[in-house]
Antibody
Framework: EVQLVESGGGLVQPGGSLRLSCAASGFSFSSYWMTWVRQAPGKGLEWVANIKQDGSEKYYVDSVKGRFTISRDNAKNSLYLQMNSLRAEDTAVYYC??????????????WGQGTLVTVSS | ETVMTQSPATLSVSPGERVTLSCRASQSVSSNLAWYQQKRGQAPRLLIYGASTRATGIPARFSGSGSGTEFTLTISSLQSEDFAVYYCQQYNNWPSLTFGGGTKVEIK
């Protein structure tokens, strides 16, 4: 069974940092593009970042470029999101999602339960 | 960036009714479109990919159609467990994988 378990969320002050983790199991983690998607309270879904199977390609939504860094450790079956210079508008539930085994990402067929990040003073 | 627009924002429906949800792309996404269902307090669940292919375990009452810029998700006979928010997502014009704003299907 595919499992994605996020951790690391919490309350942080504006300008602060947080590192999210996603532990994957039940599938060949190193074969898949992986993604972070977020959802602000009462709002829709927003793609945040993608990382290729070997970590050689990374892509970000414009609003987080230069502040967030996606990474992965295939030996540990883990995905990460380092979030720096956090703003109130980054407040959201952050989901880890599995994408594609293909050369490019596509749909998201498995999702974690999400971890809540709250940016507030 | 490809903007995805869903309509209506909210749909009030009775159980057993046929439901049609719309998703429009600001530029062609070919058939590279997925649909998700999200229930309150839960993560999204993949329903449809490739515009019309049901994901594993998805009931046959869910069907998707369309290509280019116009897409439809149809629920042939709404069940009580189908009341949720539905999102479309394009993956043609990457690396930005954009979602629509969602359609909430509520009990009439």
């Amino acid at each position: 069974e595919v499992q994605l378990v996020e951790s690391g969320g919490g309350l942080v002050q504006p300008g602060g940092s947080l590192r999210l983790s996603c532990a994957a199991s039940g599938f060949s983690f190193s074969s898949y593009w992986m993604t972070w998607v977020r959802q602000a309270p009462g709002k829709g879904l927003e793609w945040v970042a993608n990382i290729k199977q070997d970590g050689s390609e990374k892509y970000y939504v414009d609003s987080v470029k230069g502040r967030f860094t996606i990474s992965r450790d295939n030996a540990k079956n883990s995905l990460y999101l380092q979030m720096n210079s956090l703003r109130a508008e980054d407040t959201a539930v952050y989901y880890c999602a599995r994408s594609s085994t293909a050369p490019r990402p596509n749909w998201f067929d498995s999702w974690g339960q999400g971890t809540l990040v709250t940016v507030s003073s | 960036e490809t903007v995805m627009t869903q309509s209506p924002a909210t749909l009030s429906v009775s159980p057993g009714e046929r439901v049609t949800l719309s998703c429009r792309a600001s530029q062609s996404v070919s058939s590279n479109l997925a649909w998700y269902q999200q229930k309150r307090g839960q993560a999204p669940r993949l329903l449809i990919y490739g515009a019309s292919t049901r994901a594993t375990g998805i009931p046959a009452r869910f069907s998707g159609s369309g290509s280019g810029t116009e897409f439809t998700l149809t629920i042939s006979s709404l069940q009580s467990e189908d009341f949720a928010v539905y999102y479309c997502q394009q993956y043609n014009n990457w690396p930005s994988l954009t979602f629509g704003g969602g359609t909430k299907v509520e009990i009439k």
